[in-house]
């Protein structure tokens, strides 16, 4: 009988040992991964949270007052002209606008701006487009990179259409919605009569022209089809050195938008008035768009904008006036803090053992 248990005992001890073992999916035990390394956790104090608020608001409010300066500074005159510049009887009538717009008469319009303050050049010239939506989704993929930058790519039309092809099958270059649709008005200023000179060198991004539009790539079969949407281009002219296309091309996010135009490379005087001989060439009366011919300094912030002066003076001032509530109850109605020997983080330190 013993013999018979020692023997039973003895086969299944050796089936235990020639069974696999279970892997575990515990992983390896690490301070770091499980957040035990040590770290600052500090306690928010009402005088810690007092003096955060009064130095955030100390910081902010400068900011956005220095930044509004900046922004008042900057002198700019803004000119709307899509309505001034069509013939007294159709200004009311949608319909006879479009006729005009795309009829081949001649749509020279004068225009005279009066200069508020001193401007010191350089001038940047813009113009804006209101409910212009360069962000549809069809209209920015419908253009092709490869074409633009390299001379083999000119069968790349792909992703162009609906302006991909002439009626001949014959690539267009540069092709898709975005080139067909370049803003063609134009404009020339004069003050006192004597002509002011616009440069239109370098009013496009240098990486833009450097490696999106190639030096070897050339218009070809550009704006060639029954329905002109913009601007024709040079066909002499390589597309790196068209800086209104590559202005253009680079598109808006919202609907109301300026692009860069030229430089007036002189300065304005107070109550100078500007004359603007422009093209009224481009059709915004089809989506009841607007169009603005635009003069503006710059300061060390960029354009003219308020936003981002009243943003740091609107979360200085939330700051400096929450900074003083809580100061206020604090002192009126203070509350007893805790013993922080009873956080978790103290319970096994042997300050926390001792208390």
Sequence with gaps: MNSNGATTSGGNGGGDSAAPRRQSKQPKYSRFT?????????????????????????LFIPIGVISLVASHRVVEIVHQYETECLPLQIRDNKDLKVAYIKSNSSKICNQTLQVPKHMKHPIYVYYQLDNFYQNHRRYVKSRNDQQLMKAKSANETDSCKPEATTGNGLPIVPCGLIAWSLFNDTYNFSRAGKPLTVNKKDISWKSDREHKFGKKVYPKNFQNGTLIGGAKLNESIPLSEQEDLIVWMRTAALPTFRKLYGRIEEDLQENDTITVNLFNNYNTYTFNGKKKVVLSTTSFLGGKNNFLGIAYLTVGGLCFFLAIVFFLVHIIKPRPLGDPAYLSWNRNSPEGRSS
């Design 34 to 58: 499980q957040q035990e390394l040590p770290a600052c956790k500090p306690l928010l104090t009402p005088g810690w949270v007092i003096t955060t608020f009064m130095l955030v608001g100390a």
